[in-house]
């Protein structure tokens, strides 16, 4: 272990430190006063020459750090200086930064045939050529986009291998690589070039030195949507999901919903592929051996006999129920198999043509066309029935059986009658355009020929309540009560909540003057449907007509709360407040009235004389002096004028009352003329009042009502002012239209509402009846 210690020398060598502790009485600044050399320095420029490195060392006492004495180099410090080398310490001159070698060699010239200069320029074309492929593709040149696109690729690989000679594989442009890959892949795509744009996204997505590359698998997920192959698509997604860090959420939502659409478009082909299935299954009925084959006459009695006996009527039946669910199959997934309606019964109508169901594929059509009737598109629905309406005459029935509805929903009765008259004659066992046909002829005033057809089409389908209903309504017209109130009661039967129904029983105990039960149904009524303004009304009418004022105002108020424009409901409401003295709240409802029908003067006249009684004088002059205003030539505005302005001292009575005076001598003259044009028409004016007499025996509940309304208005204490009823005419409460393409119904809101329902189709040949 010893030999490897070497112990320092016990010799008296030199010192290379020494000298450090040596005092130099240079330094002392307590003698600079009188030394002369100094002071001469100060006071001249003695002491800005440098001093020699001999001088200097000998007036310090010690060498300088790195000078050469004795052939001895003074140590440097522990921290070496930037610029000293070696070199220098051995005697070379101090020159930090080499200004002793003079100026730098010129820079040499670029060779532009060296291969650096090449791969620059290559690169350069490789941009090129992708940026042309984006532009092409932008500008819809999609072929040219493709062409660019494998340019691009073409020339990247011939990149890639002359860099790999010249260079090492780490100086690749990996971005060029991945641009001109996902290009090609993306312009491969939007060619439909399927195949070869997963192969390109395949080189993408395998290669670890792309990084984040794995998101490329929504693309590859898209493609093979379009494919259909839905399975390897929400595998796709999902794998891409997974490359999708958690705080890219629109992304992570995006894929998300993609996966959604995609489990949407295999329930599309689930369903498609099940019809398809439903199609193929056999019936296994031969429809041959019921014809025979030659006129042995023991062959053709066996085949008459089994034409009906127990196993032909099961074939009928199996067949029926394979029909019935081929077509209740194709109106579920119509809609919903293709972008849109009409084309999934395109899809429909081709595979059962395709089929042993080929005669199912015109009842498709005619889906088809109660789908557009659906959708209100009546253009499409006519100009497909107009075609199958040429075909065969069980399709020709069906389709002019719809034809005819249209046509007398759209009021032209003339072109639905003619097909109507086109339905029966090519069915004439079809019970729609039976009822179609009634329809047709009621809307002509024939009613006893209109209840043949409804009887005609109930004797061919028993259960057809269109019918059942348009022959009550018949029956109401000939004034046939009992007999129309036993169809009513019938059909409720069938029917047991059906608003039209109960309204119209309820209508007939009104005619048959039995209000009790009128009442009683109409409350059925509006526990079906209990927001209707005009039942609500009906049942205040009824009430009012028994002298229930509470349960009058009860149901009149409730009408005005879910319709406030009923004005004969408004009039009852501002009347019932002036029968019980309640001016102020008389005068919301006359206001409403006035903005309804602001041409009335009566309305404005009321809310002038509620405001009068309720002791508002001024608000009641200024409503009057609004009301002149409107209508200048109205008297009785005027009367009162003069009278209120009299009672109130106002100078403007004399105005008014002469404008009063002038007004009367002009009515006394337009009284005078009318007179003497009536004495030369009598005769004439006997016949109309005749008529006048048998219209008002018709709407006795009308003018009663008015009468009654006028009279209570009338009968008021303090009150002469002309009050008239908006119209001596009621609503009426039957409905004199069949029920056919259009069911006629109670004037409620739940008419509107059920006439704008959906057509039903429950079988084929089915006019377009509502439910």
């Keep these: ?129 992708v940026e042309e ?75 670890k030195m792309f990084s984040n590359a ?112 081929i077509m209740t199959s194709a109106k579920l997934i119509a809609p919903v198999i293709e972008t849109s309606f009409a084309a999934g019964y395109d899809w429909c109508v081709e595979v059962v043509k395709a089929s042993q169901y080929v005669e199912l594929a015109n009842d498709l059509e005619i889906n088809k066309a109660v789908t557009y009737l659906r959708q209100k598109d009546y253009n499409q629905a006519v100009e497909i029935l107009k075609v199958l309406e040429k075909k065969d005459s069980r399709v020709k029935s069906a389709a002019a059986t719809n034809l005819s509805a249209l046509y007398y929903m759209g009021k032209d009765f003339a072109q639905a009658s003619s097909y109507a008259d086109i339905a029966v004659n090519s069915d004439r066992y079809n019970p729609a355009a039976l009822t179609n046909k009634g329809n047709t002829v009621f809307a002509n005033g024939d009613y006893e020929k209109a209840a043949e057809f409804y009887k005609e089409a109930l004797r061919n389908d028993s259960s057809c309540t269109e019918a059942l209903y348009n022959i009550g309504l018949t029956y109401e017209k000939l004034n046939r009560l009992d007999e129309a109130l036993d169809c009513f009661l019938k059909l409720h039967a069938i029917l047991r909540n059906s608003a039209e129904v109960l309204y119209q029983i309820a209508n007939i105990y009104e005619l048959m003057e039995n209000p009790s039960q009128a009442i009683e149904w109409l409350m059925q009524v509006v526990s079906v449907i209990p927001t209707d303004p005009q039942v609500l009304s009906k049942l205040g009418e009824l009430y009012d007509r028994e002298g229930d004022k509470s349960q009058a105002f009860q149901y009149y108020y409730e009408s005005y ?120 028409s009598g005769g004439s004016r006997g016949k109309r009042e005749g008529s006048a007499s048998s219209d008002s025996g018709q709407n006795y509940s009308a003018s009663s009502k008015g009468e009654r309304l006028n009279a209570r208005l009338r009968a008021l204490p303090g009150t002469n002012e002309p009050y008239e009823s908006s119209s001596n005419k009621e609503i009426d409460a039957s409905y004199v239209d069949p029920l056919g393409p259009q069911i006629e119904r109670p004037k409620t809101a739940a008419k509107k509402r059920i006439d704008e329902d959906d057509f039903a189709d429950e079988e084929l040949g089915d006019d377009l009846l509502p439910e």
């Design 1 to 129: 272990m010893m030999q490897n210690v070497h112990l320092a020398p016990e010799t008296d060598e030199d010192d290379l430190y020494s000298g450090y502790n040596d005092y130099n009485p240079i330094y002392d600044i307590e003698e600079l006063e009188n030394d002369a050399a100094f002071q001469q320095a100060v006071r001249t420029s003695h002491g800005r020459r440098p001093p020699s490195k001999t001088s200097l060392a000998s007036s310090i006492g010690r060498p300088m750090t790195g000078a050469i004495q004795d052939g001895v180099t003074r140590p440097m410090t522990a921290v070496r200086a930037a610029g000293f080398t070696k070199a220098a310490l051995r005697g070379s001159a101090f020159d930090p930064l080499s200004q002793s070698r003079g100026p730098a060699p010129p820079l040499e010239a670029k060779k532009k045939d060296s291969p650096e200069e090449k791969i620059k320029q290559l690169e350069k074309e490789v941009n090129e050529l």
């Design 214 to 325: 794995g998101i490329l698998k929504m693309n590859m997920g898209n493609i093979y949507l379009k494919q259909r192959n839905y399975s390897k698509a929400i595998k796709f997604y999902r794998m891409a999901l997974d490359q999708v860090s958690s705080v890219n959420n629109q992304m992570r939502i995006k894929i998300m919903q993609n996966i959604g659409v995609t489990f949407i478009q295999a329930d599309r082909e689930k369903m498609k592929k099940a019809f398809q299935k439903l199609i193929a299954v056999p019936l296994e009925i031969d429809e041959d051996k019921y014809i025979s084959p030659s006129d042995d006459p023991h062959t053709n009695l066996v085949t008459e006999a089994i034409k009906n006996d127990h196993l032909r009527q099961m074939e009928h039946e199996r067949r029926a129920m394979a029909e019935k669910y």
């Design 133 to 207: 492929s984006c532009i092409a593709n932008s500008c819809g040149d999609l072929k040219l986009a493709l062409e660019k696109a494998k340019d691009a690729g073409r020339k990247e690989r011939v990149l890639v291998r002359q860099r790999e000679q010249v260079t090492t594989p780490e100086n690749i442009n990996l971005d060029l690589t991945y641009s001109v890959l996902f290009n090609l892949a993306s312009q491969y795509s939007v060619n439909e070039m399927y195949a070869e744009a997963l192969n390109t996204y395949q080189v993408i997505v395998k290669n």
């Design 561 to 680: 709360r879910y319709f406030p424009c009923n004005i004969e409901v408004i009039e009852w409401l501002g009347a019932y407040y002036i029968d019980t003295q309640f001016w102020e709240k008389a005068i919301q409802y006359f206001e409403r009235a006035s903005l309804i029908q602001p041409t009335q003067v009566k309305w404005q006249l009321m809310v002038a004389s509620c405001f009068r009684r309720s002791g508002n004088y001024q608000k009641a002059l200024d409503t009057y002096k609004d009301t002149h205003r409107k209508f200048p030539e109205n008297v009785e505005c005027l009367r009162f004028l003069v009278r209120l302005c009299t009672d109130l001292g106002l100078k403007d009575a004399q105005e008014y009352a002469r404008k009063l005076k002038r007004l009367e001598k002009m009515k006394e003259i337009r009284e005078q003329r009318i007179k003497s044009g009536r004495d030369g």
